[in-house]
């Protein structure tokens, strides 16, 4: 069975569009559904990627095809300069593919070393606060109001008690363990790491600034929900606060 080469130019092909057209047709929707609007975001990249692996794959294939069909040819023969000709689609993919691995090397280990390093500083600094539905909260000493979520921890500044009231700051809480249960933090990751692999690409950028407008939508829907009706306010006007801070 010979490899279809045909594939490669439709993976292509699929890749291009995915990249061209999900900035625009994507962009700005599904803010009644956030959870939708980021499972077709990152489907639509997963299948980008899945194409260009594909068409790796085939190159590949059609490489030791095109090793066979030359070993079994005379040399200088029809059959051989042809299956020469054919050979160099599936070599010019993978040069590109083994050009892009080493990009790929080249802009993650700057981001690896970074991490290495502000990580064990962040986890000296924070000091066990209060413990939120089962979620560490973990207090940094930082004169402003600031609430991010982690993996599996909360982590506010010291400050943010003395700025918001007791609704407030429980409604920070809800708003913060919301990315904890939807798992934002892994998700935001992934789209900035794709953003780093591609930074030329207007769909990674899409992308990155989609998943963290999404994943605030969630993140507001989940403490409404738990905060009550009475209480949802508070969301606001925690919001107030932090509009020039991170939350």
Known sequence: MSA??????IALEWVLLITTLAPVALVGRFNTRPRL?????????LSAGLATGLALVVAI??????????EASLFGDSEWFMALAVSFGPWLALLLGGVSLVLVQQRLE??????????????????????FMGTPVFAIDLPFAYAVAG???IMVSSALQNVLNTDAFAAVLWHELGHVRGRHFGLKKLARL????SPTMAASKA??????RLCEVVADDYAVRNLGNKKAPALESARAIFKDSAF
């Open 4 to 9: 279809p080469i045909l594939l490669i130019p």
């Open 37 to 45: 609007g980021l499972a077709i975001w990152f489907g639509s990249l």
């Open 61 to 70: 294939w059609s490489y030791f095809d095109t090793f066979v069909a030359l």
């Open 110 to 131: 700057p981001l690896v070393q970074t991490a290495r390093q502000i990580k064990p500083a962040v986890d000296q600094a924070k000091q066990p606060l209060l413990n």
């Open 151 to 153: 993996r599996r921890e």
């Open 194 to 197: 794709v953003r780093v692999l």
């Open 207 to 212: 992308l990155v600034l989609e998943v963290e």
